[in-house]
């Protein structure tokens, strides 16, 4: 049975409203809600008090180990229209080999939830909160996981999905997402050309649309890894985070995550640097930090054999910088060189498949304390944030005859 069965059919959140990640200003929840009018994401408050009063650590500690342990600290109000595919606490995986110093070095392995990537938790939330407010039908543009995610879950949840991605996604991708019930297209752009077409049809289509943060749910299911984190490591934070940043989704959400968790005195003390990693193909927000400013401007040419994070253009752009800058962390992007080398490191010597964004936090994480960024004394958590197993993988073309002898002496060269 999903463990979300322990949800008591008329529970009442602990939300109170909306609000405009950029001006602040004030929209009711409970009903459908996209961008703010200001054109920017929406963030979902809560009453931290009486959250606070409603659970305690220990009780938490009692429930099943998965999403729908921090229920309070979410969105859906009634039980029946949670859409859940079993999304478990994902494990900390360190790399003892590879740590360059005191600190430890650890893998937090998104590839074990459904559908193989951390777009599980952002599109259980968003689904299940489309299902409560009415949704039908909706659509998305996507570099394949996140496509993957939202077809799962709206069939599962009776939802008809149009899904748009790149031509060059990867073919698992487009596969996975026309298996799961979806109705998928390949288009002839990047990410954001996809976006203006979810965009543009959304009155003849009669679609809701479910591009990154322009519904405000998907950062409130990201947000638990955040939680989820905090409460692995006994209500602690490591030193850094290096997460792999397309739209910023995730470290958008765990930013909001720890400091709910200060605000309810559940975490004191320094909250870890949150660093933006990006490939030098595409790093629209380290261009952006770089240069001091809070909004990035679109990158051409996009390229990058780390798809998941080949994101030109970021609606919550100031939301990824001003968190980057609040924890005191930095953006950096990797090459594509690097990423494969990184990736083919930890696979071969700690027998760890990442995929290729979770790679270019391997990457940035070895310049980073490399170069002295980071101290090698941090204790840092990189993100492994879908299954290494989705992606093209290096051929391995040695075979055997055994119509013949074999000649045992060469096995081992
Ligand atoms: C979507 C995705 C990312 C980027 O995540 P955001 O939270 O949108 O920045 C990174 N890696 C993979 C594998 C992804 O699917």
């Not at 748009?164 to 954001?192: H, K, M, S």
């Amino acid at each position: 049975m999903p463990t979300c069965d322990n949800l008591t059919a008329e529970r009442q959140t602990f939300v109170t409203h909306l609000e405009c990640g950029l001006e602040g200003d004030r929209y009711e929840a409970d009903v459908l809600q996209g961008l703010s009018a200001a054109g920017r994401p929406l963030l979902v408050r809560y009453d931290l008090d009486a959250l606070k009063n409603a659970i305690s650590q220990q009780e938490l500690a009692s429930r099943p180990a998965d999403l729908w342990r921090y229920r309070e600290f979410l969105p859906v109000r009634r039980r029946e229209n949670i859409v859940s595919l079993g999304e478990a606490h994902t494990p900390l995986i360190r790399l003892p080999s590879l740590e360059a110093g005191a600190g430890q070095l650890i893998i937090k392995d998104e590839g074990r939830l459904p559908t193989g990537s951390f777009k599980a938790r952002g599109l259980c939330m968003a689904v299940s909160m489309a299902r409560e407010l009415g949704v039908k039908r909706v659509a998305m543009p996507t570099n394949g996981n996140a496509g993957a995610a939202l077809a799962a879950y709206a069939s599962r949840a009776g939802m008809e999905s149009y899904v748009f991605c790149p031509e060059d996604t990867p073919e698992v991708n487009v596969r996975e997402i026309a298996a799961q019930g979806a109705r998928v297209w390949r288009v002839n752009g990047l990410i954001n050309d996809c976006g203006r077409i979810v965009g543009e049809g959304r009155k003849s289509m009669g679609w809701f649309d479910f591009s990154t943060l322009k519904e405000p749910y998907r950062i409130e299911g990201k947000k638990t890894m955040g939680l989820e984190l905090a409460d692995q490591l006994g209500w602690n934070v490591p030193d850094a985070i290096f997460y792999p940043t397309g739209g910023g989704t995730g470290l958008i959400g765990m930013w909001k995550a720890f400091n709910e968790l200060k605000e309810l005195g559940w975490l004191t003390g320094k909250l870890p640097k949150m660093i933006a990693v990006q490939a030098e193909g595409c790093a629209p927000m380290v261009r952006a930090f770089e240069a001091g400013e809070r909004h990035a401007q679109l990158w051409e040419n996009a390229h990058t054999i780390a798809s998941g994070i080949r994101v030109p253009v970021a609606v919550g752009d100031f939301l990824i910088l001003d968190a980057v800058r609040e924890s005191g962390g930095f953006a950096t992007a990797v090459s594509d060189e690097s990423i494969s080398a990184g990736l083919e490191e930890v696979a071969s010597r700690e027998g760890f498949l990442m995929c290729p964004e979770g790679a270019a936090t391997y990457a940035a994480w070895k310049q980073a304390t490399q170069s002295g960024r980071i101290s090698k004394d941090d204790t840092c958590v990189l993100f492994n944030c879908a299954t290494g197993l989705k992606y093209p993988l290096e051929p391995a073309e040695e075979s055997l005859d055994c119509t013949q002898p074999i000649d045992y002496s060469q096995l081992a060269e």
